[in-house]
């Protein structure tokens, strides 16, 4: 068993139960809820968005605006207080909601695998690298041993750990060679879809380099497609194809990163935008947004980013913001109403065009 | 919330005040929690005011049953050598056992906690040197010890029908005992979750406001170590009564006072077992067993709801 | 090691805009590596951590100084010296031109605690949860006996406002698992700012906040600076963090300072190739055109641990443009003018490397090979 090519892996069988022309990742309305003794948190509300075979797609928001709850569902590694309650998610046309627990073993790792933040809580402190990187072979795909511990080193090599450090203990390992040894053990089964989870978040600027750059050569290798889930706008700029934007359990914007990040139509993307630090650009620039997230046990009626909005109208307090699509953008805000070309409802004034707003 | 927040199913935050109705509710919850109470609940009234429910204690003098009969109307568990009532002795058992355990766990606690506290803070060779002799009183057997050091007590305290506070000396060797054979690992748990807090953020910022050692193990180790105390006192309570149960078994207890270990000794030197007279040794062996594990499972419980960070995933 | 400045000025720190409020000179921090009870009782060594090993530092008063590094590098080390709490293994430190070098006596350590204070990095925890916002920031007071009650009460009030947290008397009473993470970093600053500290270290006091969270506090803390004269050492790992906030900047690498000035040279006119390589792979949330790409100096490798330091520079394994003497002379930080100062062989005699976006200096050198 050797690494796949992209157009291998274009060629290869897909699941038996694969829909003929199904795009590879269609997640429809997705819906998940916590249930905490101090009420229901809705952390995902009705989100939807489509990966393609070897795009790479981005999630951003701040911390509770339920990416990695999203991330989460999609392989069901929810904690036991978490239900998905609506919606699909349909990997090569096949709904994985619908499945029962033990069929979703099949997927989970085989289709799709996950890089978690902090390698350390995923790696079992007590065994070589080489064994846990092996484990999900000889589980998941009935290879022998002897023959899932070669690939492991042949996966170690890919990722850019010597092959002799593969009998290393993961305290052993910097904190970059862990996040490696994480990546490859997501790679193991050789997936369509690796989500990474703040993969990067707790490393220094240049391990988070060198890991990103892993990720980009990854992609481009074995034809992978990619879902980084982050915080890190500036993560999403260099790796991403296409980004989505999330705010208290919903879609703000989604479009392609060339798109969304030099023209932001939606005013949370905008502030978000500007709340980053950019090294290259003038200094002392940095935006504020008052306010807080809402609580999502009880989110305001309505469009949730109003109470913080500089272009709140009073639809946006009542009526929730339908998705609209234009130059490739998606959006779900009321400057932009159903069947918009892009030309936002009122014009923002002078003011809020240097405060963040459209940029040239 | 973050998502990892949110996967902590956590008791609904309260203020302080509240705290401690805030832990019956979550002791009522749980089922082992539930029973445990109950029983505690039950023997502890018992234990409160035993002539309540069967009047004074009986004595030889007062004792109007038959000899050693097994239980018939008016005697529901039979009576002892001394024609006195099984049922009343087994009451008034409950109170000895149970002050004495409190007692001596009061000192356990007392002396673990401070050790277990400084030992951890301090660190370095003041640690070592402390670990030494924790680790020497844990490692002898604590019945051992108690056999050993029983009678050394004795000697140092006086004996007979001294008093001091009201309590009989002989209780107090007892106690003293059991205090001193029980500490260790109620130290070596508390220094471990010293350890743990000394290496937080809010220990190196009393430091950096200029707070001594003395402040901060008062003001932030403490409180942050009181739920595991008190965990570790309702176990510790547990083992404290089965320990002066043992102890009065072979003869090392207080005649005077008939704990239900002192019961099971006289029981045992009547000879009742071989005479068949189970009623003499049974009621007090099952309340010991029902205490000691209603305490095991409070004590289960309460490590549960005092430890909110445990989480369940599919 | 002393870095002596080569003719030409002082090592980064000339230029008088600002007199000296806090001076580092030759500081080191070394720690011994020991195992198990043993060498506890034995006193026996195995090894030595350099975690700060020989720098020289200048804050200037009203200044923010950002002290910028990855992990390993020694940043964190040295703001715990400055507040006292590691002690360094050798150099000294100047307050006011007054050595506070080693402190005898609690009262003159007090009285140094009530100039010089620090605001952690973790919101979360820096709080005991057992205690209420009004003991947090009260704490100061009570621990160095300033004060009666009333007057307590009031200055932890006034603090309270002073970080934005209005009602400051209904903040007071609250728990910490009442606030949300920019609440409570306020709450930290309150604790900092009740004693009337002249110098604040901030331990990447924003970098567990979100996004959106950390402008406003760092809003927060210039503003402070303006109304009080406060001087801050901000440490971080992000560099375009200190971009934002610093007036000047310091990298660190293994325990030693490679490259200071003023934060708009280091950053648009890096000297250092490690700064150059640092500042060209520091993300933006502006997408890469094609070119960019292929402009960042990624470097092989991570960060050697600090027992183990590289002979020579101890940049030189990874170094990009390294050359023989780097690997057996380690460079003192040379004065380039401008008020910046570099760490390396590069800037001998004041040479300035060329402005070009991630690009190896002109120097002539042979491309250096890295070791893993």
């Known amino acids: 068993m050797t690494v796949t090519t992209a157009a291998e892996r274009r060629a290869r069988a897909r699941p038996r139960l694969a829909v003929e022309g199904a795009p590879l990742l269609e997640v429809e309305n997705l819906t998940t809820h916590f249930r905490l003794d101090s009420g229901v948190v809705r952390a995902v509300d009705g989100v939807s968005f ?79 690298l080489r064994e846990q990187i092996a484990e999900p072979l000889v589980q998941r795909l009935n290879v022998s041993p002897r023959e899932a511990r070669r690939r492991a080193g042949e996966l170690l090599e890919l990722v850019g750990i010597p092959k002799k450090r593969g009998s290393a203990y993961p305290h052993e390992l910097s904190g970059g060679m862990r996040q490696r040894a994480m990546i490859a053990m997501a790679l193991a089964c050789d997936p369509a879809i690796v989500i990474g989870d703040e993969p990067t978040t707790a490393l220094d600027v240049m391990v988070q380099a060198q890991i990103l750059e892993l990720l980009e050569d990854l992609r481009h290798k074995l034809g992978l497609s990619l879902i980084l889930i982050t915080h890190d706008l500036s993560v999403i700029a260099e790796t991403c194809d296409r980004v ?44 504020v947004i008052p306010g807080s997230p809402p609580d999502l046990r009880n989110p305001p009626p309505g469009c949730r980013f109003a109470p913080r909005c500089p272009f709140a109208m009073a639809v946006c307090t009542e009526v929730v913001p339908p998705e609209t699509t234009f130059d490739g953008v998606r959006v779900a805000c009321h400057l932009y109403p159903a ?16 405060a963040g707003g459209a940029r040239p | 919330m973050t998502a990892s927040e949110l996967s902590i199913v956590r008791p609904s935050g309260r203020t302080r005040g509240l705290r401690l109705l805030g832990v019956l509710r979550q002791l009522a919850r749980r089922p082992e929690g539930v029973v445990g ?32 009969s097994p239980p018939t109307d008016g005697f529901p568990l039979g009576t002892d050598e001394l024609r006195r009532n099984m049922v009343n002795l087994t009451v008034h058992g409950a109170r000895v056992s149970m002050a004495i355990g409190l007692l001596a766990t009061v000192i356990t606690v007392f002396i673990g906690a401070l050790i277990g506290i400084v030992s951890g803070f301090v660190g370095g060779r003041v640690d070592a040197f402390l670990m030494r002799i924790t680790d020497f009183f844990l490692v002898i057997p604590t019945f051992v010890l108690a056999l050993i050091l029983t009678p050394i007590i004795r000697e140092l305290v006086g004996s007979g029908s001294q008093q001091l506070f009201g309590i009989r000396m002989t209780l107090i060797v007892i106690v003293v005992v059991i205090g001193i054979t029980s500490w260790s690992s109620t130290a070596r748990i508390i220094r471990s979750q010293t350890l743990s807090l000394k290496e937080r953020a809010f220990v190196d910022r009393a430091r950096v406001i200029g707070a001594g050692s003395g402040h901060i193990m008062t003001n932030h180790i403490l409180p942050n170590v009181v739920n595991l105390i008190v965990a570790n006192t309702v176990l510790v309570f547990a083992g404290a009564v089965l320990t002066e149960t043992t102890l009065s078994f072979v003869g090392l207890g207080d005649p005077f006072q008939p704990s239900w270990g002192q019961i099971l000794e006289a029981a045992r030197s009547v000879g009742a077992p071989g005479l068949g007279a189970w009623w003499y040794f049974a009621p007090p062996g099952v309340c010991i067993v029902l205490v000691v594990f209603a ?18 995933r599919r | 090691m002393n870095d002596d400045a080569t003719p030409g000025g002082g090592s ?63 940043k964190t080390t040295t703001g715990r010296v400055v507040v006292k709490l590691t002690k360094q293994t050798a150099g000294s430190i100047r307050l006011d031109s007054r050595d506070v070098t080693s402190l005898w006596g609690t ?130 790992h992000d560099l375009s963090l200190a971009w934002i906030i610093a007036d000047r900047i310091a990298v660190m690498y293994l325990g030693k300072i490679m490259e200071i000035g003023p934060a708009e040279r280091v950053i648009r006119s890096p000297q250092n190739p490690y700064t150059r390589a640092l500042v060209s792979v520091s993300p933006t949330p502006e997408p890469p055109s094609p070119g960019e790409r292929a402009k960042r100096t990624i470097l092989v490798g991570e960060t050697p641990d600090a027992a183990h330091i590289p002979a020579g520079c101890r940049f030189s394994p990874r170094c990009p443009s390294v050359f023989d003497r780097c690997r057996v002379e380690e460079p003192p930080l040379i004065d380039v003018g401008d008020g910046q100062a570099s760490a390396c062989w590069l800037a001998e005699g004041g040479r300035r490397l060329p402005v070009v976006d991630g690009a190896a200096p002109d120097a002539g050198p042979a491309p250096g090979s890295s070791t893993a």
């Not at chain 1, 392989?75 to 609506?86: M, S, T």
Request: hydrophobic share 45%.
């Open chain 1, 50 to 128: 489509r990966l393609d075979e070897g795009e790479a797609l981005g999630i951003a928001g701040e911390s509770g605006c339920g990416k990695t709850t999203t991330a989460l569902s999609l392989i069901r590694l929810l904690p036991a207080n978490a239900r998905i309650v609506d919606g699909t998610v349909k990997l090569f046309g096949i709904d994985l909601v619908a499945k029962s627990d033990n069929a979703l073993r099949r997927y989970r790792w085989r289709e799709i695998s996950i890089v978690f933040q902090g390698a350390m809580n995923a790696l079992n402190p007590v065994h070589r």
């Open chain 1, 244 to 287: 989505l934007i999330m705010y208290a359990g919903k879609v703000a914007e989604e479009g392609t990163v060339h798109e969304v990040f030099r023209r932001p139509r939606h005013p949370y993307t905008q502030k978000l935008l500007s709340a980053f630090p950019n090294i290259h650009a003038d200094r002392r620039t940095l935006d």
């Open chain 1, 339 to 354: 069947g918009s070309d892009g030309a936002p409802v009122t014009v923002p004034t002078a003011d809020a065009i240097a």
């Open chain 2, 37 to 68: 109470v109950v029983i505690l609940a039950f023997f502890g009234s018992l234990a409160i005011a035993p002539e309540l429910f069967v009047g004074p204690l009986q004595t030889a003098v007062t004792a109007d049953g038959p000899r050693l």
């Open chain 2, 295 to 312: 305490f095991t499972l409070v004590g289960a419980a309460l490590d549960d709801i005092l430890n909110p960070r445990r989480r369940s």
């Open chain 3, 12 to 74: 980064g720190d000339a230029g008088g805009s600002g007199d000296e409020i806090l001076r580092l000179e030759g500081l080191e921090v070394h720690f011994p590596i020991r195992f198990g009870f043993l060498d506890a009782i034995l006193r026996r060594v195995h090894g030595v951590v350099r975690a700060v090993d020989g720098i020289d530092l200048t804050l200037r008063r009203g200044e923010v100084l950002g002290l910028v590094g990855e992990s390993g590098s020694g």
């Open chain 3, 107 to 236: 009262r003159a350590l007090r009285a140094y605690r009530r100039r010089v204070q620090l605001i952690f990095q973790d919101p979360y925890e820096t709080l005991d949860p057992k205690h209420t916002i009004r003991q947090f920031v009260m704490e100061p007071l009570v621990v160095n006996g300033i004060g009666t009650k009333a007057e307590r009460e009031q200055r932890v009030l006034d603090a309270l406002d002073a970080a934005g947290l209005r009602p400051a008397a209904d903040f007071a009473a609250r728990y910490p698992h009442e606030l949300s993470g920019g609440q409570r970093q306020r709450v930290v600053i309150a604790g900092a700012l009740v004693l009337g500290p002249q110098i604040i270290v901030a331990d990447e006091p924003v970098s567990m906040l979100d996004v959106s969270i950390r402008t406003e506090l760092l809003r927060l803390m210039l503003d402070l600076r303006a109304e009080r004269g406060l001087t801050y050492l901000f440490i971080t």
